[in-house]
């Protein structure tokens, strides 16, 4: 069956698109087709998504379905930024690479770091690190969902057995909070996942746990992710418990750096952020109280490979700041930062050439990552904060932003 064919069967509904690789003899081949098939139903020249250096036959496989080609997203770098952390050469200044289409955000990101490496570098620490799934159970009644709860604070020994026999590195750390809403039962699974982000690995792990209370009870699994997990939605268990890197970096610039870097005062940035992150946040009823977590998270996501759309958790945060006799103290606290070094799109070679500007690609690296991260998260929320406090925001996003 040539190319033309392949296309006509396609749009004549004879074929489905992941079927294309069936009857070609390559990934590239079907890929080409497929993108060809794209172009004449939508009238569309796609000669850039053409172009790309990746190993699709490799992404096929883990990464992507029905492929037509890569998109590209401009790849800056941030630094130098000096980092005093448990798991980061504390020796180093990063340059942190940095994807996104937002004129302005890396030169941000890029004052807040040099703001940082002339103080002497921000304390980032590692608090918690750990990943969730919370599946949703049936039971007939209240009493019956007050049994299933007991059965699994009762067998946590043995579930933990069945849970690490599916893994080499995952460790069923507790079943906690197992919420109860009626006749419906929500345990949370919280496990290690060593470098890995974790969620297939917790996932299988918890699915084999739920055999055993299949066979044992009359409970019906009625969902493997419950939603308390909470993946991929902003939460107020995940701000409060954590998932993934629970992270904290702080730092205290002197006055007179805060005056010549950020061209402001330690209490006017004192006072948006109380206005801004904390009142504000409040008043709308925000579970995020920063500024703009997601910028810094999203760009360093889009650069190494991360899962998208754990965006949405890495912006649950609280930025902190306070005028001490003209210094200013300023933190960020990132509970919910799902990471990986290895495993998913870090894989991807764009991804893996990232992760190796930072030093931190495959094994032993998730937490040093992780410090990173909040490191940058800190740069960019203070220059930004810095930005609102002297008033220059608009003018850097009408110098920089805007053709």
């Excluded at 579970?287 to 977590?293: M, R, V």
């Excluded at 754990?310 to 930062?337: K, M, N, Q, W």
């Excluded at 940058?376 to 608009?394: D, F, K, P, Q, R």
């Amino acid at each position: 069956m040539d190319e033309n064919e392949i296309i006509q069967k396609l749009k004549n509904s004879e074929m489905k698109l992941y079927e294309v690789e069936k009857h070609t003899s390559s990934v590239e081949e079907a890929i080409d087709i497929r993108r060809k098939f794209i172009e004449e139903i939508s009238d569309t020249n796609l000669d850039i998504i053409a172009k790309y250096d990746l190993d699709m036959d490799s992404a096929l496989q883990k990464n992507i379905e029905n492929p037509i080609g890569t998109i590209q997203i401009p790849i800056g770098v941030a630094g130098p930024l000096k980092i005093n952390g448990e798991y980061v050469d504390n020796d180093k200044e990063f340059f942190v690479p940095l994807a996104t289409s937002e004129g302005a955000l890396v030169a941000s990101i890029n004052r807040g770091s040099s703001t940082i490496t002339e103080t002497g570098g921000v304390n980032t620490r590692v608090i918690d690190d750990k990943m969730t799934r919370a599946p949703a159970i049936k039971t007939e009644s209240a009493s019956d969902a007050i049994e299933i709860k007991r059965w699994f604070e009762n067998s946590f020994q043995e579930l933990k057995e069945i849970a690490e026999s599916t893994t080499n590195h995952g460790k069923l750390l507790k079943i906690d909070p197992i919420l109860i809403v009626g006749n419906y039962v929500y345990p949370r699974f919280v496990y290690s996942t060593g470098d890995s982000m974790g969620m297939n690995m917790v996932t299988i792990a918890t699915e084999k746990v739920l055999n055993l209370l299949l066979n044992n009870t009359t409970a019906k699994l009625i969902a493997l992710s419950g939603n308390v997990c909470v993946d991929k939605k902003p939460s107020a268990i995940n701000l409060i418990e954590g998932r993934g890197k629970s992270v904290v970096a702080d730092i205290t610039l002197p006055k007179n750096i805060v005056k010549n870097k950020l061209k402001t005062t330690a209490s006017a940035i004192v006072e948006v952020n109380t206005a801004k992150n904390l009142i504000g946040s409040a008043a709308s009823g925000s579970l995020g109280s920063n500024a703009h977590f997601a910028n810094m998270i999203g760009a360093i996501f889009l650069a190494t490979g991360q899962d998208i759309a754990h965006v949405v958790e890495g912006s649950l945060g609280i930025t902190t700041a306070e005028d001490r006799d003209g210094d200013l103290y300023f933190s960020v606290t990132l509970p919910d930062l799902p990471i990986a070094t290895m495993g998913g799109g870090t894989s991807l070679e764009t991804a893996d050439e990232s992760l190796e500007i930072l030093g931190v690609a495959g094994s032993g690296n998730a937490k040093k990552f992780a410090e990173i991260v909040g490191a940058t998260v800190l740069a960019g929320e203070l220059s930004l904060i810095g930005a609102l406090a002297a008033g220059h925001l608009a003018r850097a996003h009408q110098n920089l932003g805007r053709a």
